[in-house]
């Protein structure tokens, strides 16, 4: 069984079947893309990975165990991390506090917000802020930083909280070319180094095709395609959804749909 085993997931708003019946798994150590067009249900799918929405029926599991029915809180501490869209750090404090912040919640430390946490943890911030290029950053606060930075620190405090699996709810958005591949290429290193896997949607496809192991393709809530961004690229019907057919993508087309 997979390490995240996703079965024939299914959630209704209304009348509409934003996800019908999906199937799918997440391996140890992989970087699985999920792409469809706008209204596809990547964001409804997420939403149910991490127990935000409840599904009408279908069930998650993670190294076994029935995820659905557990609130967001319980899933991440069991090791299912998520970044979202809209970056959550807390701007007036410097960059490694805000990683520090996150290592003292994930050990379940408590700290006076009076004395603020100037020491629990700060090397172990600081290597993970080391880790992803922005040591030289750390004493910044976080208001001052550019945009891509921001991005990149959501992914050092969603490691410090050492997710099995993580959930990138499009990482990239928002930011310049060269820094989306750079981002997802550091998530690729990090993904081998550490054993985490990671599912991400994502509209850039020259990252996708660039970094994902595997890719998930869904249209109208349906799993229209799966397999290696070769197997990707080839596939009629996926050509179909994106360009109407005929074209070629990932290699040097770069269609966006944001
Ligand atoms: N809370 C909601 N209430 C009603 N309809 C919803 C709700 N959330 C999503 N939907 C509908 O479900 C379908 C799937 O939406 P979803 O946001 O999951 O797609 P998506 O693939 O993430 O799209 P995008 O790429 O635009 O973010 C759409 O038709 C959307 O309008």
């Not at 430390?109 to 009076?114: A, D, G, I, K, Q």
């Not at 290193?189 to 393709?217: N, P």
Request: net charge negative; glycine share 10%.
């Amino acid at each position: 069984m997979a390490l995240l085993d996703v079965r024939a997931l299914s959630k209704s708003f209304g009348g509409i079947e934003a996800v019908k019946s999906v199937t799918f798994g997440l391996e140890k150590g992989e970087l699985l893309a999920l792409i469809g067009p706008n209204g596809a249900g990547k964001t409804t799918c997420f939403n149910m990975l991490n127990g935000q929405l409840r599904p009408n029926s279908g069930s998650v599991r993670f190294e076994g165990r029935e995820l659905v029915g557990l609130k967001p809180r319980q899933i991440w501490r069991l090791g299912v991390g998520r970044t979202f869209q809209i970056t959550a750090t807390f701007p007036s404090m410097t960059v490694r506090e805000n990683v520090q912040m996150a290592l003292i919640s994930h050990h379940r430390r408590t700290f006076s917000l009076v004395s603020r946490a100037v020491s629990l943890y700060a090397d172990e911030a600081q290597a993970l802020l080391e880790r992803i290029g922005m040591g030289d950053q750390a004493g910044r606060a976080c208001a001052e930083l550019a945009y891509g930075d921001l991005k990149r620190l959501e992914l050092a405090i969603a490691l410090a909280n050492e997710p099995r699996i993580l959930l990138m709810d499009e990482p990239t958005a928002g930011m310049a070319p060269q820094e989306r591949i750079e981002l997802m290429a550091l998530a690729a290193d990090i993904v081998r180094e550490r054993g985490v896997s990671i599912l991400f949607t994502e509209h850039d496809m020259d990252v996708v095709f660039g970094q994902a192991h595997r890719i998930l393709v869904l249209n109208r809530g349906e799993l229209l395609a799966e397999g290696t961004p070769d197997e990707i690229r080839a596939n009629e019907a996926v050509q179909e959804v994106y360009l109407g057919g005929g074209t070629t993508y990932g290699a040097t087309e770069t269609p966006t749909h944001a």
